[in-house]
């Protein structure tokens, strides 16, 4: 029978097997007194399984790749909107861009939102570079958008946004807003159908080499950094790297930095960093 909220309790010892489940299949370090979030986030979870401790539902875990798939969903942490830093997003329009558009050879950008969560991110690219193919004849771009849950993965799929995550985005730059986006039967927005057909998503774990899809000239690894310990972030820089093209830029989220890891990446702007081929960065 399931359990009722007072029956179930989370032991020290099964925290710490969680936490190194978690860690081992995500990367992401749950830190030591986070036992309450991780107690609130996965106790509805017991109910709807119908295991009666939490004993129980790691068995289940560690025996079921769909089970450890809603263990994933449920531990990450998905915060994203439309236009998050507005000063990456004036980098890429006056530098990155006009480079591109400059160098001759390649007509397709290609670029990776790397841990895309819900996909406002892939969709503020999208929104950019739709604008540029529009005024730029030859130009074109494809945007893969990545994330270790496959519940926001299915959500960025849709690409239905309403309110908070959209109303940042209306607020910053209504003229491509009102060019870029169209109201849907549902209250919210979508982006452009000739946007939405350049961007895909699909389920991708940063521990993992990206087999297909790169190279790309620009990636997005915002904001996900912050949760791996300093050797997973070194082996998930190396695995971008892999993907990148000499002339790439890499974006990443503001509380972070690569400047004490041990990486191939040379930093050109605050938050903006170019892969070095060949030798390591000076320092290193
Ligand atoms: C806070 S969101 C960042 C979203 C977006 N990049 C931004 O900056 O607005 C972090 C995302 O990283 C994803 N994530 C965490 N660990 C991951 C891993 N090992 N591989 C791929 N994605 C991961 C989470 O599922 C979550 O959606």
């Not at 270790?148 to 799929?157: G, L, M």
């Not at 300093?230 to 998930?236: G, L, T």
Request: hydrophobic share 35%; with cysteine; net charge neutral.
């Amino acid at each position: 029978m399931p359990s009722t909220d007072h029956e179930t309790s989370l032991s020290d010892a099964d925290f710490a097997k969680l936490r190194d489940i978690v860690h081992q299949t995500t990367g992401i370090t749950i830190a030591e007194n986070r036992k309450s979030m991780l107690f609130s986030r996965l106790q509805r979870r017991l109910r709807e399984t119908g295991e009666t401790t939490f004993s129980a539902y790691i068995d289940r875990v560690t025996s079921d790749p769909v089970e450890m798939q809603e263990l994933t969903n449920r531990v990450t942490t998905n915060e994203t909107y439309f236009y998050r830093t507005p000063r990456i997003w004036s980098h890429l329009r006056e530098v990155v861009i006009p480079r591109f558009l400059e160098t001759p050879g390649t007509r397709q950008m290609k670029v990776w939102s790397a841990a895309a969560s819900t996909g406002e991110e892939a969709h503020t690219v999208g929104v950019i570079l739709e604008d540029v193919r529009k005024s730029n004849a030859g130009f074109d771009y494809a945007i893969l958008g990545t994330d270790i849950s496959s519940r926001v993965i299915e959500i960025a799929t849709k690409g239905h946004y309403v309110g908070r995550p959209v109303a940042r985005f209306q607020k910053e730059d209504p003229d491509l807003f009102a060019r870029q986006m169209v109201g849907d039967d549902a209250g919210g927005y979508q982006v452009r159908p000739e946007v939405k057909r350049r961007i895909t998503f699909r389920l991708h774990n940063l521990l993992d080499r990206l087999k297909t899809g790169g190279p790309f000239d620009v990636v997005f690894l915002r904001n996900v950094l912050i949760y791996f310990t300093h050797e997973d972030q070194e082996k998930i820089l190396a695995h971008v790297h892999a993907q990148m093209k000499p002339d790439a830029t890499l974006i990443i989220g503001e509380s972070e930095t690569l400047g004490s890891l041990n990486c191939s990446f040379e930093a050109v702007a605050p938050l903006i960093y170019r892969p070095v081929f060949g030798a390591r960065k000076a320092g290193h």
